[in-house]
């Protein structure tokens, strides 16, 4: 029978060193693979955007187009786009007689407005006070957010057609005065009643005074766009 010399047993000892040490080497990636599994489920989930609701804006009258491209700009550089979803500037296309020839002009159908759709924060509230142009969030207060629109007054908004072509005739003479009680025909504020503050006869336009989330809104409209209020 044989027996284990003392070289055989030298000779068994490095596989055993061997076998210890890759035993051990192989723990480490198991627990860096723990920590790793752990960090990923301890990571916090990302904050939901609120809602985006529609607002209306006073802007400087004559500049709609020029401030809304602005608005559009200043929230791509600050990086507000999921905030932001849309800005509209309604407008209609005419079609008139003038001096025997028929002439088509773009007419902005509440000057010196905006609706615009966003989700109202602080940022997006500094953003809009901050760019040149920009009255406020009609209804805002100094430490009360703005209301916003109501939902059939965004549809009916939703609803024009911005390049509608409606025929119209000749301009003609104003038929309300100053202190007049009318009623609007047609557009996003249609139904609303409100009073002749001024007649701007150069533009053939009325200015009517309405009360809008409680304030009084002036509104700029052609003669054939209001009827008497009964």
């Known amino acids: 029978m044989m027996t284990d010399t003392p070289e055989a047993a030298r000779e068994d000892q490095p596989r055993a060193d061997v076998a210890e040490a ?6 480490p990636p198991s627990a860096v693979a723990t920590a790793e599994t752990v960090a990923t489920a301890e ?17 400087q009258s004559g500049r709609e187009n020029t401030i809304k491209e602005a608005i559009e700009k200043r ?24 001096k025997g020839k028929r002439v088509t002009r773009t007419k ?22 901050e760019t040149p142009g ?5 209804g805002a207060g100094p430490k009360t957010a703005p209301p916003p629109m109501k939902e059939q007054e965004v549809q009916r908004m939703l609803g024009q057609r911005p390049e509608a072509v409606r025929e119209k005739p000749a301009a003609t003479k104003i038929r309300f005065s100053r202190g007049d009680r009318v009623k609007i025909r047609e557009g996003m504020f249609a139904g609303m009643e409100g009073e002749v503050s001024e007649i701007l006869e150069a533009k053939g336009l009325v200015r009517v005074m309405l009360k809008i989330f409680g304030r009084d809104v002036p509104v700029e409209l ?8 009964s």
């Open 22 to 27: 890759a035993s051990q080497m192989a723990e």
């Open 43 to 59: 990571k916090p989930a990302p904050s939901p955007i609120p809602e985006k609701k529609w607002y209306v804006v006073k802007v």
């Open 75 to 98: 929230v791509k550089i600050e990086g507000l786009e999921d905030y932001f979803g849309q800005i509209v500037v309604p407008v209609e296309r005419e079609t008139a007689v003038v």
């Open 108 to 129: 902005k159908l509440y000057p010196g407005y905006l609706m615009v759709e966003v989700a109202f924060n602080d940022k997006i509230l500094y953003l809009f006070r």
């Open 222 to 229: 052609e003669d054939w766009q209001i009827d008497p209020a």
């Open 134 to 138: 920009v009255g406020d969030f009609v």
